[in-house]
């Protein structure tokens, strides 16, 4: 089921986290504080709409992370339902797709909640003072299903990429902002949050 993110205000802070990385490293939203912006990517393994869009995204975050913006992507599902989004098969993951970022693990979806995530993948960019710019869509581009064969629009990455331009000219990100479609994060029960 196709699930939309929530489109947190504009100008909202970014929240500390303090999350293991596939290898148990630690960490926080501090560790990323000279960057002149810091994306938050919430991804997961078995996701058909991250699975679409991955090999974009790693490549945007190491063009991108050479010009000074910091991503980090985080999984908050819950392992014992999806075991294929648990520690070890994330660092599986984050070694053949040759991530550049860390790809922290949500155990407690705490983060997941502090973000206001709804779904796989949901975006965050924030500036250099942490505020919110941009949250939405990576671009137009959705995986294809037997309805959609021959209308493919290609992973391009354009919503992200002219946001993230902005923010490192130290400009606002484009007013018009589309959500971000995927998969919903995959809750423990009775860890719903109210958009759950």
């Known amino acids: 089921m ?31 504080s000279i960057a002149p912006g810091l994306l938050v990517a919430f991804l997961c393994n078995h996701c058909p709409f991250v699975q679409h869009l991955l090999d974009g995204f790693v490549a945007f975050a190491a063009e991108y992370g050479a010009r000074g913006l910091a991503t980090v992507a985080i999984s908050s599902n819950d ?52 505020q919110l710019t941009y949250r ?13 064969q021959g209308n493919a629009i290609p992973v391009s990455g ?16 484009p007013l018009e902002q589309f959500p971000s479609i995927g998969c919903n994060i995959k809750w423990k029960p009775g860890n719903e949050p109210e958009w759950g």
């Open 79 to 130: 392992v014992d339902a999806f075991p294929e989004d648990g520690p070890e098969e994330m660092a599986r993951l984050a070694e053949s797709r040759r991530f550049t970022f860390p790809y922290l693990f949500d155990e407690s979806q705490s983060a997941a909640k502090a973000f206001g995530a709804v779904c796989t993948p949901d975006f965050f960019l924030f500036d250099a003072n942490r």
């Open 136 to 148: 939405g869509q990576f671009d137009r581009s959705r995986p294809q299903t037997v309805h959609t």
């Open 158 to 173: 354009s919503d992200m990429r002219a946001a993230a331009d902005a923010v490192l000219a130290g400009l606002p990100a």
């Open 2 to 32: 196709r699930h939309e993110s929530l489109m947190l205000d504009l100008g909202t802070r970014a929240p500390d986290f303090e999350l293991p990385d596939t290898s148990g490293r630690i960490y926080t939203l501090g560790d990323f």
